[in-house]
């Protein structure tokens, strides 16, 4: 088969010849139509997280398709199935985080011992087959293509699991941190909730594309926010801690600021002044909340509500894809289809 392999450490990727997966028992084989590329594959990719593990090197974790053959055992999905992957396919069950006998989400990823996890452990979606556990996909709801469901399998299912453990009340006003490839999907899920929803960018270019994509506000900053009234919820959906402290500037009493995000060079902090602790404001950590709420973000987008907006690549041109896409030229999520 062919797939988009990482020779070394800030190497182009290429696409290759390799050997197709197989399918062991609980598993599936899917047979790849689109996988979408996170900013996480790119700073895989250049060593900014570890590289992949596996041998060789093939990241992606929304990937999209259909399923073609079954492993021993697998009975919860069919051939021909329409599927989306996750991140994290299964944990190890015998660690002390995995004693707790929590269910399998992003923070299995990041808290058990040895985590299986598609694109860094093991083979990833960005190939044309892909094998992964049965109990980690999710079926696709009719009326979503391929490249579409892509980002919202990682991107989308953040938004959503961000804004779904912030725990927004009727009344409450929800602005979302960032507008790019989470970010332009909260707001549509923040609006198609009913919120009143403030988009906070300091792209002047990205005012008016908020605004459409159903802002009832955008402002620069926290201090602009807070001008405006603040915010019982902020969603940090960018890759700025800078910018997500200033963003407190703007929070409301009893607000809860939720990073949805990773930052990889910079700090969250609060402020010793601020007397945080008396305005019983929150700080919450989101990540892949829970496949439920995978395919509540998937039946959003299926019934019309939300829609990504992707730019999308074929694969012999994957390499164009990761470049414009760590530029920050995608607007807003690159999608490659196998």
Same mark, same amino acid.
């Given at each position: 088969?062919?797939? @988009?392999? #990482? ?7 290429? #696409? ?20 979408? #590329?996170?900013?996480?594959? #790119? ?15 093939? !990241?992606?974790? &929304? ?12 009975? !919860? ?27 399998? !989400?992003?923070? =299995? ?38 490249? !579409? ?32 490839? $989470?970010?332009?999907? @909260? ?15 300091? =792209? ?19 201090? &602009?926010?807070?001008? %405006? ?5 902020? $969603? ?5 801690? &800078? ?9 409301? *009493?009893?607000?809860?600021?939720? $990073? @949805? ?5 910079? =700090? ?14 929150? *700080?919450?950590? %989101? ?9 509540? @973000? ?41």
């Amino acid at each position: 088969m062919k797939a @988009a392999v #990482i020779p070394a450490i800030n190497a182009q990727w290429e #696409i290759q010849e390799v050997a197709p997966p197989r399918p062991g028992p609980g598993e599936v084989l899917i047979k790849v139509h689109a996988c979408g #590329i996170c900013h996480n594959d #790119i700073w895989v990719a250049q060593g900014v997280f570890p590289f992949p593990a596996c041998e060789p090197a093939i !990241t992606g974790h &929304e990937a999209a398709g259909e399923i073609v053959e079954l492993g021993p055992g697998t009975t !919860t999905r069919q051939v021909g199935d329409r599927v989306g992957t996750t991140w994290v396919q299964a944990a190890c069950g015998r660690c002390s985080y995995c004693r707790r006998n929590l269910p399998l !989400t992003g923070q =299995s990823g990041m808290t058990c011992a040895a985590p299986v996890m598609t694109g860094l452990t093991v083979q990833g979606g960005h190939a044309e087959y892909l094998c992964v556990a049965a109990a980690s996909t999710v079926l696709l709801p009719d009326g979503i293509d391929y490249a !579409t469901a892509a980002p919202v399998l990682c991107a989308g299912y953040t938004a959503w699991s961000a804004l779904r453990v912030s725990e927004p009340q009727p009344h409450e006003r929800i602005a979302v941190l960032g507008i790019g490839g $989470l970010g332009h999907m @909260a707001v549509q899920y923040s609006r198609a909730c009913g919120f009143e929803t403030v988009a906070i960018t300091r =792209s002047s270019d990205k005012h008016e594309l908020s605004a459409s994509l159903g802002a009832d506000l955008v402002v620069r900053d926290g201090e &602009e926010l807070r001008e %405006a009234g603040g915010a019982d919820v902020v $969603l940090v959906t960018g890759t700025s801690y &800078e910018a997500a402290t200033d963003a407190l500037q703007g929070l409301r *009493v009893g607000g809860r600021i939720v $990073l @949805a995000t990773i930052d990889p060079s910079g =700090s969250f902090t609060i402020d010793p002044a601020t007397p945080f602790w008396a305005r019983g404001q929150r *700080v919450l950590g %989101a990540t892949h909340n829970g496949l439920r709420y995978l395919t509540e @973000a998937l039946d959003l987008v299926a019934e019309g509500a939300v829609t990504p907006m992707i730019e999308v690549f074929p694969m012999d041109r994957v390499a164009d894809a990761v470049d414009k896409a760590a530029k920050g030229d995608v607007r807003f999520r690159a999608v490659v289809t196998y």
